[in-house]
């Protein structure tokens, strides 16, 4: 795995990566933050790419307009592949997954994610912060040693 000039590399989770591409509480913050001109790496688990198209999918459902929902896709689709740093999830995060959704009581994909932190971090010399709305989550990635941000904090 690469970092290229970051000066703070940091794993956001995606439970709503929808913050960059709809307008959310938390959304300019977040922009700011994996901006790629903020000169940050963004790292995420492979698993993103499955969650953003189901939320989306979800919000249409909800309500929001097929050409929004589209065009969020796209531009992330876009995104994945040019702005991230994707982290494949193999058997090695898994089983550390489950023990970290023993330990501290996460969902699966939760577990998921942090786990892929943990291994990332593990590669690294540079900190990272685990951006999360998730408060159960944070929690779990401090008990792992690492900073946290939550985006909803920053309107």
């Not at 790629?36 to 939320?55: H, K, R, Y």
Request: with cysteine.
């Amino acid at each position: 795995m690469k970092i290229v000039g970051t000066i703070e590399p940091f794993l956001r989770r995606h439970q709503r990566p929808c913050k960059r591409y709809l307008a959310e509480v938390g959304s300019a913050w977040l922009q700011s933050w994996i901006d790629p001109q903020a000169g940050n790496t963004t790292l995420v688990s492979e698993i993103v790419i499955a969650e953003m198209q189901s939320l989306l999918a979800r919000r249409v459902r909800e309500g929001l307009p097929l050409n929004l929902a589209a065009s969020a896709k796209l531009t992330f689709l876009r995104d994945i592949r040019r702005e991230y740093e994707v982290i494949a999830i193999k058997r090695q995060q898994l089983l550390m997954a489950g023990q970290l959704a023993e330990k501290h009581a996460l969902r699966t994909l939760d577990a998921i994610h942090l786990a892929a932190l943990v291994q990332a971090q593990s590669q690294l010399t540079l900190p990272i912060t685990f951006v999360s709305a998730d408060k159960n989550q944070r929690n779990a990635a401090v008990a792992e040693g690492f900073t946290t941000d939550d985006p909803n904090s920053h309107p």
